[in-house]
């Protein structure tokens, strides 16, 4: 079993700055991406960033492609997730996910391991 393990939630004001680090307790052949997911209160679960575990193909979902940035540290086997000009509609719970690219856009079914979630707040 993989554990997934987010830092770096809170509040921010809108146009802020946050990043978050997801860490897993060791590699597995069971997942070649690693990224991020959120969901907003009401809504689905989308795909916000992912990062294959070669560290290429970045994916970004349309709503933060050149505000949010996704980057690897391999060797900590760590994750980050800059996060530039906030949004009050980037709030949400954000997970951590290691999963099978399938395709973009990425969904939660090909999800494998899971993060407890981070909160993001960002308030006008």
């Known amino acids: 079993q993989v554990q997934l393990v987010e830092s770096g939630g809170g509040s921010v004001q809108a146009g802020g700055s946050l990043r978050l680090s997801c860490t897993a307790s060791?590699?597995?052949?069971?997942?070649?991406?690693v990224g991020w997911f959120r969901q907003a209160p009401g809504k689905e679960r989308e795909g916000v960033a992912t990062?294959?575990?070669?560290?290429?193909?970045?994916y970004y979902a349309d709503s933060v492609k050149g505000r949010f940035t996704i980057a690897q540290d391999r060797p900590r086997n760590t994750v980050y997730l800059q996060m530039n000009s906030l949004k009050p509609e980037d709030t949400a719970m954000y997970y951590c996910a290691a999963g099978l690219w399938t395709g973009a856009p990425v969904t939660d079914r090909s999800v494998k391991y899971w993060g407890q979630g981070t909160q993001v707040t960002v308030s006008s």
């Open positions: 990062i294959s575990t070669g560290g290429r193909y970045p």
């Open positions: 060791r590699y597995s052949a069971n997942y070649d991406y």
